[in-house]
């Protein structure tokens, strides 16, 4: 592949867009050596791509869940009646917006909010342009950060991106998750 980089780049999309589809493997792992062999600009551009592709396959999972008996017990095992709930609560015109500011900050759990958001009522274009929009700015600076890392050390080149999402999904994923197990959704007290 060294000596192919059209094959580089469409194994790199697939094997990203698995990392979505399959939770345990964490993104970061794949990105972070990417910058190393693509550049920051084309490792974000490939990644995003391959990230945006295994959400929507998570969706579509949880999409299909929904129809069963297996979804209906995931539905209940995840509390996705809170989220529900606080959707239908939101004018339709703030929908769209709420899911972009629940996205931003959640890339932690955005595997598990894929395939979650497949067993609400959120619609395919709302959960492409809020998931990419809400995914953008943080993964953006996580590939500047590896590629300014890079510069100067390998070292760097891990610990400032693996450091920015420490700083931003942490928190926020133990405070959704705080609110879930509460059976609060998301900005209600």
């Known amino acids: ?9 469409i194994v790199f999309v697939l094997v990203r867009a698995l990392a979505i589809l399959l939770p345990p493997i964490p993104g970061a792992v794949l990105d972070i050596p990417a910058v190393q062999v693509f550049g920051w600009r084309l490792a974000f551009v490939l990644s995003e791509t ?10 579509a999972i949880g999409r299909r869940m929904r129809q069963t008996g297996t979804g209906r017990i995931a539905m209940k095992l995840l509390r996705i009646h809170i989220i529900r709930d606080w959707e239908r609560r ?3 015109g703030d929908r769209f917006l709420a899911w972009v500011a629940m996205r931003l900050p959640s890339n932690a759990a955005f ?5 979650a958001a497949g067993l609400t009522d959120c619609s395919w274009r709302m959960f492409f342009w809020s998931t990419l929009l809400g995914n953008i700015p943080i993964v953006l600076a996580f590939f500047y950060l590896a590629g300014l890392g890079f510069q ?19 928190p926020v994923s133990l405070r959704l998750r705080r609110q879930l197990t509460n059976q609060e959704g998301p900005g209600r007290k």
């Not at 592949?1 to 780049?9: C, E, K, T, W």
């Not at 610990?159 to 931003?168: E, Y």
């Open 90 to 92: 939101l004018p339709p």
């Open 1 to 9: 592949m060294q000596h192919d980089p059209l094959l580089a780049s």
């Open 152 to 170: 100067t050390s390998w070292v760097l080149g891990w610990a400032a991106p693996l450091a920015l999402l420490g700083l931003v999904s942490v």
């Open 111 to 115: 595997d598990y909010i894929s395939y």
């Open 50 to 59: 391959g990230t945006m592709l295994g959400a929507l396959g998570a969706f």
